[in-house]
């Protein structure tokens, strides 16, 4: 079974410039997480996403937004850029959120560098 | 809110010896999941460990096993035999099993592993 898979891998663009993001979940799994990951604040949660439907939330300003697909592929797009969005942007899914399994698999994440 | 501390920031283990990494953490939930993520160079976040905290026994997966004192919140990582491919950074990670319970991950170790 193919893994998480985000594209693009790397990323360069200019303050004030905008971008989107895209994440393909396992096979089967319908939940996607987006997390940011920086050297100063370590990994934060952006989103999560489950049916099409935003379920939960970061502490995030609301130039980050996401949208999930009815296939579960997962976008998120970060507007007006700024320098301190630069980090790794991860993409992980699970099978559905429950009260059983919160096992989550992550994608090989985005490299955003902002100049 | 639940927070989850790693005191070491880094460690380092000779070749076939054992570590343990520390991690505890803070939450009035009595239901949750706790996880160790083990994240290479490549940066490819893998799930090493996952511990329910309904269960009493201690996970085991492999060489890794972990140390769960649910009354103390603590909840540390044992890697036995330890092999070279182990280096990399490892996060310890809670949720909750309420909804829009966000995945929350400490700092990170930092894992080096001495031939």
């Known amino acids: 079974k193919a893994g998480v898979t985000q594209t693009p891998r790397y990323l360069i663009k200019t303050r004030g410039q905008q971008v989107t993001l895209s994440c393909s979940p396992i096979?089967?799994?319908?939940?996607v997480s987006w997390y940011q990951q920086t050297p100063g604040q370590g990994l934060q949660f952006l989103f999560e996403?489950?049916?099409?439907?935003?379920?939960n939330k970061g502490n995030f300003p609301g130039r980050f937004s996401g949208r999930q697909f009815s296939n579960s592929r997962s976008e998120m797009n970060v507007s007006t850029l700024e320098l301190g969005d630069s980090a790794l942007y991860l993409c992980?899914?699970?099978?559905?959120?429950?009260?059983?399994?919160?096992?989550?698999?992550f994608g090989p994440g985005t490299r955003l560098t902002v100049t | 809110a639940q927070t989850v501390t790693q005191s070491q920031p880094e460690m380092s283990v000779q070749e076939a010896e054992t570590v343990t990494l520390s991690c505890t953490y803070d939450?009035?939930?009595?239901?949750?999941?706790l996880f160790w993520y083990k994240q290479p160079p490549s940066r490819q976040m893998i799930l090493v460990i996952r511990?329910?905290?309904?269960?009493?026994q201690n996970a085991t997966e492999n060489r890794f096993s972990v140390n769960f004192q649910k009354a103390a919140k603590s909840f540390s990582l044992k890697i036995s035999d330890s092999q070279l491919g182990d280096a990399a950074m490892y996060f310890c990670a809670y949720r909750g099993t309420y909804n829009n319970n966000d995945m929350r991950f400490g700092a990170g170790t930092r894992l080096t592993v001495k031939p």
């Open positions: 939450t009035s939930e009595s239901d949750y999941y």
């Open positions: 992980a899914s699970s099978l559905e959120p429950g009260l059983y399994i919160y096992e989550q698999y």
């Open positions: 996403y489950f049916s099409e439907t935003q379920r």
């Open positions: 511990q329910e905290a309904y269960k009493q």
């Open positions: 096979s089967g799994h319908r939940s």
